[in-house]
């Protein structure tokens, strides 16, 4: 059993509509991640909170919203997204803030289809 | 130019055959080299970390880096059908707030 949860695992939303992925992790670590998986693309780190605390947002569109609300949980708040979005959302984890060679934890994703 | 190529398959082999999975890279400064292993509808999980150059083994699983040819090396002895899954590298510069740099992975078939 994976030490990061994901809900929900699949998710079908149209453009106007808003919604929220979260993220839970089980593991006592420190810095948790926002990743976007396309198809015949490399993952796509969007987000990183380390100790809470936003660090990163490699230029996001301001349609997903980040929220860190302790070290364990972690959401994204979509709002009029673009059939572009539709992908596999991922949620991770590390003991130490990345940059220190920490290797993530995944969780098993959301599978977003935006309609 | 990509930072990180690898080679997304499909690599089809018989079972018990041995796998060679590969990633080159550009930035000479990366440090820490990782493959995760992915099934389908599953997240990414770590299989193998090394730190700079060298060879490291864990079991039927040996990870190489080269890092005067950035290139490195997955190997899987006496494949498994087990084994099938997409396999991404990932690479680290160990001092900044990047985050890992990602392959786009090369999806694995092992045949029974």
């Known amino acids: 059993e994976t030490g990061v949860t994901q809900t929900p695992r699949h998710l079908v939303m149209g453009m106007t509509n808003k919604k929220s992925l979260k993220c839970e992790q089980h593991?006592?670590?420190?810095?948790m991640y926002w990743y976007k998986q396309s198809a015949k693309k490399p993952l796509e780190l969007m987000f990183v909170y380390n100790f809470k605390e936003q660090t990163e947002n490699n230029s996001v569109p301001s349609r997903f919203s980040p929220e860190c609300p302790n070290s364990s949980h972690l959401f994204l708040h979509l709002h009029t997204l673009q059939p572009e979005d539709s992908a596999l959302y991922l949620c991770?984890?590390?003991?130490?803030?990345?940059?220190?060679?920490?290797?993530?934890?995944f969780g098993n994703g959301t599978r977003l289809t935006v309609t | 130019q990509k930072e990180v190529e690898q080679d997304p398959g499909p690599l089809s082999v018989p079972e018990g055959a041995i796998v060679s999975l590969n990633c080159t890279y550009s930035?000479?400064?990366?440090?820490?080299f990782m493959w995760y292993r992915q099934y389908s509808r599953k997240g990414p999980e770590l299989l193998m970390y090394?730190?700079?150059?060298g060879n490291k083994e864990d079991g039927r699983f040996t990870a190489q880096v080269d890092k005067s040819s950035k290139y490195i090396s997955l190997f899987i002895r006496d494949s498994q059908p087990s084994d099938s899954a997409t396999y991404l590298c990932?690479?680290?510069?160990?001092?900044?707030?990047?985050?890992?740099?990602f392959g786009k992975g090369t999806h694995l078939i092992i045949q029974p």
């Open positions: 930035n000479s400064a990366f440090q820490y």
């Open positions: 990932a690479m680290d510069l160990g001092g900044g707030a990047d985050g890992l740099t």
């Open positions: 593991l006592g670590h420190n810095a």
């Open positions: 991770a984890s590390s003991q130490d803030p990345q940059g220190a060679g920490a290797p993530l934890h």
């Open positions: 090394t730190y700079s150059s």
